[in-house]
């Protein structure tokens, strides 16, 4: 489940043999994980958002074209803030 393996696990972690790293390398993995992981769920329900209004306007794109600039935001701003955030105050 870890990116980069017991690599970048902090030294002094138990359990985890082969545990080389230190809190930053911890840190980006962390960051990567959440941010990635909040993304793709984001994306899926994005899908579902989508076909919902193909579907409810007769699949005119001009109807519901606009839908798609505010899921790419959504889609990477809030899972960067709250990943920055976790990461900022060193809770990974």
């Given at each position: ?13 138990p359990y985890f043999a ?63 803030g709250i990943a920055s ?6 809770n990974f």
């Open positions: 489940a870890n990116i980069w393996g017991t690599w970048a696990v902090p030294e002094d972690t082969g545990a080389v790293g230190n809190v930053n390398t911890c840190t980006s993995q962390g960051f990567i994980k959440m941010m990635f992981s909040l993304t793709v769920a984001t994306y899926y329900a994005s899908l579902i958002l989508s076909a919902f209004m193909g579907i409810r306007n007769n699949f005119k794109e001009e109807e519901y074209a606009w839908i798609e600039l505010p899921i790419h935001v959504i889609a990477y701003c809030i899972p960067c955030t976790i990461a900022a105050t060193d």
